[in-house]
T-cell receptor, first 114, second 111 residues
């Protein structure tokens, strides 16, 4: 079955702009989580959506937001981009029910802010 | 604060040798401990995972050892191969959808 698909793979944006990243989870998975990966901070949890509702949120400023659609696809938006937002943004999908469910990651979107 | 501490930051092992990566956690509510493998340009891939009611789990050349009282767990890669060269992340969660990751260990296997 198809894996987690993230688009676009690469983005270059200018400071102050906004950006929207997309994630299509594995078919049947209802939970989508977003992570930021940087060399300095490692993998940091941004937020998680389940059935179109945000269930959990990490410690990121309000410039980072997301949403999930009825087909479980998710988008992440970053407004007023800063140089420090340059990172690999990963999404992970899982079934979303409590219990031993596995999280599968996409290949990520590499965002460069100049 | 970092809830999962991982060491070493990097290691080099000869082909056929054993790679050992250690992790320690603070939150006693954690109940699921996965390990991820990441190659350059790729997203992390689930390697193996363990629940705290089990002290050891083995899948092929990969073994997780878990010590609940010490709040520590480790990954052993037996008979390391050049294809195992990657970055490995331990993680922990108590609700299966918010993973707290360790800082990662870059493993280099020399042929």
């Amino acid at each position: 079955k198809a894996g987690v698909t993230q688009t676009p793979r690469y983005l270059i944006k200018t400071r102050g702009q906004q950006v929207t990243l997309s994630c299509s989870p594995i078919s049947g998975h209802r939970s989508v989580s977003w992570y930021q990966q940087t060399p300095g901070q490692g993998l940091q949890f941004l937020f998680e959506y389940f059935s179109e509702t945000q269930r959990n949120k990490g410690n990121f400023p309000g410039r980072f937001s997301g949403r999930q659609f009825s087909n479980s696809r998710s988008e992440m938006n970053v407004s007023t981009l800063e140089l420090g937002d340059s990172a690999l943004y990963l999404c992970a999908s899982s079934l979303g029910w409590r219990g031993p469910t596995e999280a599968f990651f996409g290949q990520g979107t590499r965002l460069t802010v100049v | 604060q970092q809830q999962v501490k991982q060491s070493p930051q990097s290691l080099i092992v000869q082909k056929g040798g054993i790679s050992i990566i250690n992790c320690a956690y603070e939150n006693t509510a954690f109940d699921y401990f996965p390990w991820y493998q990441q190659f350059p340009g790729k997203g992390p891939a689930l390697l193996i995972a363990i629940r705290p009611d089990v002290s050891e789990k083995k899948e092929g050349r990969f073994t997780i050892s878990f010590n609940k009282s010490a709040k520590q767990f480790s990954l052993h890669i037996m008979d390391s191969q050049p294809g195992d060269s990657a970055t490995y992340f331990c993680a922990a969660t108590f609700n299966d959808y918010k993973l707290s990751f360790g800082a990662g260990t870059t493993v280099t296997v020399r042929a």
